[in-house]
Nanobody, 123 residues
Framework: QVQPLESGGGSVQAGGSLRLSCVPSGYRVGRGCMAWFRQAPGKEREGVAVISESGTSTYYVDSVKGRFTISRDNAENSVYLQMSSLKPEDTAMYYC????????????????WGQGTQVTVST
């Protein structure tokens, strides 16, 4: 059973930074892509960032480009999301996602999900 476990969320002021971490038990990050999603209250879950199996390609939703960075450490079997220049609209529950199929996308389908970690950005 694949079970991602997120950590690193918290409350910050606008302009601040946070680093989210994810350790997906039952899944080797070096053998497949990984993704981060987020869901704000009353909104649909949206894809934020994807890192390819090789780790050489990363993809971001337009609203976080230039501010967020997805990375991974195969030796630690971990995936990270470095978030900088945070804005109040980044407030959401952030989820690490491991694919149940051999690909990742920004659609919240065909993933194993963690419990999420809350990020709150205040003005």
């Amino acid at each position: 059973q694949v079970q991602p476990l997120e950590s690193g969320g918290g409350s910050v002021q606008a302009g601040g930074s946070l680093r989210l971490s994810c350790v997906p038990s039952g899944y080797r990050v070096g053998r497949g892509c990984m993704a981060w999603f987020r869901q704000a209250p009353g909104k649909e879950r949206e894809g934020v960032a994807v890192i390819s199996e090789s780790g050489t390609s990363t993809y971001y939703v337009d609203s976080v480009k230039g501010r967020f960075t997805i990375s991974r450490d195969n030796a630690e079997n971990s995936v990270y999301l470095q978030m900088s220049s945070l804005k109040p609209e980044d407030t959401a529950m952030y989820y690490c996602a491991a694919p149940s199929r051999a690909y990742c996308s920004f659609k919240p389908e065909n993933y194993y999900w963690g419990q999420g970690t809350q990020v709150t950005v205040s003005t």
